[in-house]
């Protein structure tokens, strides 16, 4: 019980690095000038946050559907990462 509640938060807390990684790369990229696609970096930011939520709300809730939520999510976000 207590590993599981531990694997869970460990799936929030990845998922809340990622958001925050990859908002501070687009910052850097516009800091530095570089072209940054807007539409693919909503998407992508957009997919961080549902990941997040998703695996909040399955943490607190323990639902099923949250894992296959999280896992669904996250290969949408690894789509968008090789969109070009």
Do not use: C, H
Not at 38 to 56: E, I, R, W
């Amino acid at each position: 019980m207590v590993e599981d509640r531990m694997s869970e938060e460990r799936a929030v807390d990845r998922a809340t690095e990622v958001f925050v990684s990859r908002r501070n790369v687009i910052r850097t990229r516009i800091s530095q000038d570089l072209p940054v696609d807007d539409t693919k970096m909503q998407v992508k930011l957009a997919l961080d946050v549902l990941v997040a939520a998703t695996a909040l709300v399955g943490m607190r809730n323990r639902r099923p559907w949250a894992f296959y939520a999280v896992g669904t999510f996250t290969a949408a976000a690894v789509v968008a990462v090789a969109w070009k």
